[in-house]
């Protein structure tokens, strides 16, 4: 319904609304109609900067792999506590990571959970978004933890996605 009264961001449009309205330190009538304007205007200018939307063929799969990721969170920040307080030294690797996802926002969705589990980092994706550098902190073998982020991360977006 927002996008078509002209509101081509709805969410950015309700967030712009509600911060105007908290950083004027209460409701009034001028604040609402500059809140709109502003919710309603800035997303318009902004329009050509914002990348083509995916389709999400199986939306309601998201909320069960944000669950996942902060399991997975939470897990790998106990290994690599265990890790450091260990005598035991890393065995630190950098892996390319053959991609199989294609839209742009998957890619950095999958990049971003690497970045976000502690001990893996995405360092760099390749020109024609092929290729995903990982660097791991501690990993015996590279294709355990291809398979790892292919099971656990890559297979989900592909469904969530495409």
């Given at each position: 319904m927002l996008?078509?009264?002209g509101f081509p961001q709805p969410f950015l449009s309700l967030n712009l609304f509600l911060v105007w309205q908290v950083l004027n330190d209460g409701v009034s009538g001028a604040s609402v109609v500059m809140g709109l304007i502003l919710a309603w205007l800035l997303p318009?200018?902004?329009s050509n900067f914002w990348p083509e939307r995916p389709a999400l063929v199986k939306g309601?799969?998201?909320p069960m792999y944000i669950l996942r990721v902060l399991w997975d969170i939470v897990v790998a920040s106990v290994a690599v506590a265990r890790?450091?307080?260990s005598p035991r030294k890393p065995r630190p690797v950098?892996?390319?990571y053959p991609l199989s996802l294609e839209h742009p926002l998957a890619i950095t969705m999958l990049a971003s959970t690497i970045s976000l589990t502690p001990g893996t980092v995405s360092a760099d994706?390749?020109?024609d978004n092929r290729i995903l550098l990982i660097h791991a902190l501690d990993a015996e073998d590279e294709q355990e933890v291809i398979d790892t982020?292919?099971?656990r991360y890559e297979k989900p977006l592909q469904e969530i996605f495409q």
């Open positions: 996008s078509r009264l318009r200018l902004t309601w799969l998201l890790l450091v307080l950098f892996i390319s994706v390749s020109d982020i292919r099971q």
